[in-house]
């Protein structure tokens, strides 16, 4: 049951691998600094020190705990921070996001000792990932997490396809849920200044066909298949937004801006939002918050990409370059009223399926029935 010797609100404690930028990052910070859920207390543990959302939730007056384990290496002192701040905070329930922080969540809840008193839930927000493109310690942590899913008191998959891909892999869980990422539809929307100003600092025509990629340099993103893509379309420009970016290779009409903070005007200077996945993407924050900014997004066909896009925009096969570039071509050569009918509809979508406020609630709401449920240890 939740701990009725303390009075308040129901406290959550969210438990992540790191704070820096990434879609998982930026959601957590959304749902925490939205007060979309005021009968909820909430905090943050970071595994690792530093990032910009740390910072970010800061200033939004959410506690933030940070550790000092390096990434992909548990540390048993590092452990035993997090069990002395679980017991210390009393939470109703600890809430991991990504695998290592899920692990680690579970060892800090059953080391606290208040694991008949405290709800866990993990979160998933991957889908299919090759594991063969990534070192021995992720499959040994994926692998480790199969094996303890019933452990938790639920597991949250941020798409359908991410749970659906990891019951193959031999998750069973107590209780699964779907609760997709939300968008905050204030901050990404249409900005006309927002679109001349970001062209007129990087040098683009007004006219210019522009495409937007947000995303990280990772296997999953498959850059190469989307530079392929733009090198068969001429006189089409491209954003490069997200880390690593910087220093893919020069090509004609890419502009490769590393991570930024700004992504929200970035993305008002664009006329299509981009996903070139390869695989493992659950619910594409790119794409959404592209939508959100009134961008007709074109995706490959990897998690939720169908739900998210609907018929607003257009889903290719992944790992195929001609066909991302044919669909990229379609949408940018229909008749501009079709485009404009286009972008409206891809906004009105987000907005009216994917607000982050949507989001929360359904959190709030699993929280809410978890805490009031006897825990089976």
Same mark, same amino acid.
């Given at each position: 049951?939740?701990?009725?010797?303390?009075?308040?609100?129901l406290?959550?404690?969210?438990?992540?691998?790191?704070?820096?930028a990434?879609?998982?990052?930026?959601?957590?910070?959304?749902?925490? &600094?939205?007060?979309?859920? /005021?009968?909820?207390?909430?905090?943050?543990?970071?595994?690792?020190?530093?990032?910009?959302h740390?910072?970010?939730?800061?200033?939004?007056?959410?506690?933030?705990?940070? $550790?000092?384990?390096?990434?992909?290496?548990?540390? /048993?002192?590092?452990?035993?921070? !997090?069990?002395?701040?679980i =017991?210390? +905070?009393?939470p109703?329930? #600890?809430?991991? +996001?990504?695998?290592?922080?899920?692990?680690?969540?579970?060892?800090? !809840?059953?080391l606290?000792?208040?694991?008949?008193?405290?709800r !866990?839930? +993990?979160?998933?927000?991957?889908?299919? $990932?090759?594991?063969?493109?990534?070192?021995?310690?992720l499959?040994?942590t994926? =692998?480790?997490?199969?094996?303890?899913?019933g452990?938790?008191?639920?597991?949250?998959?941020?798409?359908?396809?991410?749970?659906?891909?990891?019951?193959?892999?031999?998750?069973?869980?107590?209780?699964?849920?779907?609760?997709?990422?939300?968008?905050?539809?204030?901050?990404?929307?249409?900005d006309?200044?927002?679109?001349?100003? #970001?062209? =007129?600092t990087l040098?683009?025509?007004?006219?210019?066909? $522009?495409?937007?990629?947000?995303?990280?340099?990772?296997?999953?993103?498959?850059?190469?298949?989307?530079?392929?893509?733009? *090198?068969?379309? /001429?006189g089409?420009?491209?954003?490069?937004?997200g880390?690593? &970016?910087?220093?893919?290779?020069?090509?004609?009409?890419?502009?490769?801006?590393?991570?930024?903070?700004?992504v929200?005007?970035?993305?008002?200077?664009?006329? $299509?939002?981009v996903s070139?996945?390869?695989f493992?993407?659950?619910?594409?924050?790119?794409v959404?918050?592209?939508m959100?900014?009134?961008? /007709?997004?074109?995706a490959?066909?990897?998690?939720?990409?169908?739900?998210?896009?609907?018929?607003?925009?257009?889903?290719?096969?992944?790992?195929?370059?001609?066909?991302?570039?044919?669909?990229i071509?379609?949408?940018?050569?229909?008749?501009?009223?079709?485009?404009?009918?286009? *972008?409206d509809?891809?906004?009105?979508?987000?907005?009216?399926?994917?607000?982050?406020? =949507?989001?929360?609630?359904?959190?709030?709401?699993?929280?809410?029935?978890?805490a009031?449920?006897?825990?089976?240890g």
């Amino acid at each position: 049951m939740a701990d009725l010797s303390r009075a308040g609100p129901l406290r959550v404690l969210h438990v992540i691998t790191g704070l820096d930028a990434g879609g998982a990052e930026g959601m957590l910070c959304a749902l925490l &600094t939205g007060r979309d859920a /005021p009968d909820l207390e909430q905090a943050a543990v970071s595994l690792t020190p530093g990032g910009f959302h740390a910072e970010r939730l800061r200033a939004a007056g959410i506690a933030v705990t940070e $550790l000092a384990m390096r990434r992909g290496r548990p540390s /048993p002192g590092e452990l035993l921070r !997090l069990a002395r701040r679980i =017991r210390a +905070w009393r939470p109703d329930v #600890v809430q991991g +996001w990504m695998y290592h922080a899920d692990l680690a969540a579970l060892a800090g !809840l059953a080391l606290s000792g208040r694991r008949r008193a405290t709800r !866990l839930v +993990w979160g998933l927000r991957c889908s299919d $990932l090759d594991l063969d493109r990534y070192g021995p310690g992720l499959r040994l942590t994926v =692998r480790a997490c199969a094996a303890l899913s019933g452990r938790p008191d639920a597991v949250v998959a941020n798409s359908q396809g991410g749970l659906a891909a990891h019951l193959r892999i031999g998750y069973r869980p107590r209780r699964a849920a779907v609760i997709h990422n939300g968008i905050d539809i204030t901050a990404f929307a249409p900005d006309p200044a927002a679109r001349a100003a #970001v062209r =007129r600092t990087l040098g683009i025509d007004p006219a210019a066909p $522009l495409l937007a990629h947000v995303a990280r340099v990772d296997p999953m993103k498959d850059h190469a298949g989307f530079l392929a893509a733009l *090198a068969g379309l /001429p006189g089409v420009q491209a954003l490069a937004i997200g880390a690593g &970016t910087e220093r893919l290779p020069p090509a004609a009409g890419l502009h490769r801006l590393g991570r930024r903070d700004d992504v929200p005007r970035l993305l008002a200077a664009a006329d $299509l939002a981009v996903s070139s996945s390869a695989f493992g993407e659950g619910f594409s924050n790119a794409v959404a918050e592209g939508m959100a900014a009134g961008l /007709p997004a074109v995706a490959t066909d990897v998690g939720d990409a169908r739900r998210i896009v609907g018929d607003t925009g257009l889903v290719v096969p992944p790992g195929d370059p001609a066909a991302l570039a044919a669909a990229i071509g379609a949408l940018l050569g229909a008749d501009p009223a079709v485009r404009r009918t286009r *972008a409206d509809s891809a906004r009105a979508r987000i907005v009216e399926n994917f607000p982050v406020a =949507r989001t929360a609630r359904r959190f709030a709401e699993l929280y809410r029935e978890l805490a009031g449920a006897e825990t089976q240890g």
